[in-house]
């Protein structure tokens, strides 16, 4: 076989090209973010990772600190069910408002088509806002607000959960068979009957599974947000950080993988008891 | 059955019961007049935001700050995961399998702002250790990824190139590597996609971008200035949202 021909890669070139343009586009990144791999091995951050990461073992175990683990913990678990319940008052009525199949002025013309209309642009406007700022941001507002604490967690899990489930509710109600509730309406039913009669057998076990799941995500959230002062077992674990006590980071964290593992099991649990 | 929907539904009221108890959440303090004045003046200080020339080129520069964070970490975490990834497909056995699944299951446990907060103390405050954290998280997300789309590939191309004499390395560049490619690169836009969103709010525990002048400017009670950064991590994510949106459905279609 001719050497110059097996050698031959038709690919190389549209490859390198993708390459170097990949590389080109990233190369001013590389600077706007101090990309400095060295100074993580300088003398001194080195002392201090050295010497924060060895005291990560053993893990800390005085009766006394974990006792107050213990006690984030249930707080964490408190501060994700009370917001969940925040954003399930939230959530729900604006999903019923949202929702375009449960509309009387979309049936014909009529004199509520302006009032739905002014009411319903507001409220998908206010989901869009609730759910686009991070739960993170809405903490930090809230702990300006409220003071530190758990309620800065519910308030902040709340608002943002809210938004999310609104939005994904009216989905669901959307997205299954909307003749009944369209009947209903049609043949002079009120919206609230009609949805009782005509949505919510149909969507409920699609609507509890999705509230689980999110329960679960808001354990984590709860978790995270207590990094900026929201109560819980993030908290503790920046107070711990603060100190550059390692024992005590490590059990926390563990603590922590152990309470996401839970929460899965408990959703999972439950998705399957309702549906 | 019904029973147990009963069951489950004081289960759940009892629960939230509970907690509102057990955080003696005030709420009759929390929902009253003078809370709710304070809670208004609070929210009226932030209007109107600072649109001052000088503070709009710094919030813009906080913006390209935060998605070279994300873009510089999705790229280190889609190589980093990419070498983990062979031995974590079994590529070199039962034992680094079983040892780079394990690191793989480690890194991505670790919430990215939690890597955030430890990345601040090894590398100080900035940019960089936003990056390395988004870097960690999501290395063990992709190498995951990876992996499986790495197992999942028809071993038959690399096989044929083996059988007629390349060697291991070539078989895999050639035989598999354009198999995998473009579900890699899907995997690796879709975490940038995440990894963006997640570094506007990394500088909270001070990693830099967005988030860290977020925090400065209420730290320091400037309402107006942290309504401006508001906004702006309000127009990334929306943007973000709309050109995945848009771009998923062209591939699709």
Known sequence: MNPALRLRDPAAAPRLLLTVCVIVLLWPGFSLTEFDPASLFEERSRATIVKFVGTFFPLETSREFLGLVLKSTFETLAIATAGMAFAILIGWPLALVVTRSLSISRIGPGPGRVAGHSVRVPARFALMFFRSIPEVVWALLFVRAVGLGPAAGVLAIGVTYGGMLGKVYSEILESNDTRPVTALLETGGGRIAAFCYGMWPVALPELVSYSVYRWECAVRASVIMGFVGAGGLGQQMELSMRMLNGGEVSTILLTFLLLVVMADAVSALLRKVTS | MRAAHWGVIAGLIAAVWASFAYLALDLVQLLSPEAQVQMWKYVVSFFPPDVSADYLRRV??????????????????????????????????????????????????????????????????????????????????????????????????????????????????????????????????????????????????????????????????????????????????????????????????
């Open chain 2, 60 to 253: 813009g520069q906080g913006t390209l700050e935060t998605i070279a964070i994300s873009a510089v970490g999705t790229a280190l975490a889609a190589v980093l995961g990419l070498l983990l990834a062979l031995p974590a497909a079994g590529r070199f056995g039962a034992v680094p399998r079983a040892i780079a699944r394990l690191v793989l299951n480690f890194l991505r446990s670790i919430p990215e702002l939690v890597w955030a907060a430890l990345m601040v103390i090894a590398a100080g405050l900035g940019p960089f250790a936003g990056t390395l954290a988004l870097a960690w998280h999501t290395t063990g997300v992709t190498g995951r990824l990876f992996a499986e789309t790495l197992e999942n590939t028809p071993s038959e191309p690399a096989s044929a190139l083996r059988l007629a004499g390349s060697p291991a390395s070539l078989a895999f560049l050639y035989g598999t590597m354009p198999n995998v490619v473009p579900q890699l690169i899907a995997y690796t836009l879709y975490r940038w996609e995440i990894n963006i969103r997640m570094a506007a709010i990394l500088g909270v525990v001070g990693a830099g971008g967005l988030g860290q002048m977020l925090y400065f400017s209420l730290s320091l009670f400037q309402q107006p200035q942290a309504m401006t950064v508001i906004i702006a991590m309000l127009i990334l994510v929306v943007i973000v949202d709309g050109a995945s949106a848009w771009l998923r459905k062209r591939l699709a279609g």
